[in-house]
């Protein structure tokens, strides 16, 4: 089997007041004072499996691309507005935009990969040269799942709490808070696989697959590539939001 190198540090975060850098000490970072309380505490188990219809990609063809991109954003949106609706919260679907260009309806994106623009409550998902050439299904299948997970942080209120703490920080502790927000990100893609990983045919096996996310590159927005498999592993396995609150975990797993 070919070693995947997971492009995690494509997957960026891109916010006009969320410029992922870097609390002033990192203070007493509970985990925020949001709606996402309560959907732990109705995720406290394992996710229902979900059957998602998501088709082939073919080498060289936008088009597949597309189509699958598209199959995994319905997954997706169908996997979290069920989970809303179980925790008695208002669920809302983002606005996904598919494109090969770098104009978006956020804006101007650089960069590969996907990205997620909290104003407009949207998910901008880039089909690249190296997609084309190597569509792998399981990085494919991530662009789509990590930023889905920004969007479950915006609708709790995670997202307003972390600009709250990262505007007045340091440097160094806005890098924390960022890396703590990503690997958050990466645990509720993790439980979004929990559920939906069978329909999703990754092409790999969960264990490959975590192996490979820790041989990537480091990133200074997402923290060490050994951190970001562990919370989406955590997140795979337990199956629900509550494992999932990297907001109060030792630095040592989120840096």
């Not at 609150?245 to 030792?250: D, E, I």
């Amino acid at each position: 089997m070919r070693t995947v190198l997971v492009p995690v540090a494509v997957v960026a975060f891109v916010a006009p007041c969320l410029i992922a850098g870097v609390v002033a000490s990192e203070p007493a970072l509970a985990a925020p004072r949001t709606g996402q309380a309560s959907l732990s505490d109705v995720m406290g188990g394992d996710s229902p499996r979900l059957s998602c219809a998501v088709p082939a990609i073919k080498v060289g063809s936008a088009g597949s691309l597309r189509a699958f991109h598209r199959a995994m954003a319905a997954c997706a949106d169908r996997f979290w507005g069920e989970r809303f609706a179980a925790a008695g919260l208002p669920y809302s679907s983002p606005e996904v935009t598919i494109t090969s260009g770098a104009d978006s309806v956020c804006g101007r994106v650089s960069g590969a990969g996907a990205h997620y623009c909290p104003d407009q409550r949207a998910i901008v998902i880039r089909i690249t040269r190296q997609d084309l050439r190597d569509p792998f299904r399981m990085n494919v299948a991530h662009s789509v799942a990590h930023e889905w997970g920004h969007h479950v942080q915006q609708l709790t209120g995670v997202l307003k709490a972390h600009e709250a703490l990262y505007l007045p920080a340091s440097q160094r502790a806005r890098t924390m808070l960022s890396h703590r927000l990503e690997m958050q990100a990466e645990c509720y893609a993790g439980v979004f696989y929990s559920a939906a990983l069978k329909s999703i045919g990754p092409g790999i096996a969960w264990d490959d697959w975590l192996a490979a996310v820790r041989q990537a590159e480091e990133s200074e927005v997402h923290g060490k590539p050994r951190n970001l498999a562990f919370w989406q592993d955590r997140g795979y396995r337990g199956g629900a939001t509550g494992f999932c609150n990297t907001w109060t975990a030792a630095r040592a797993k989120v840096g």
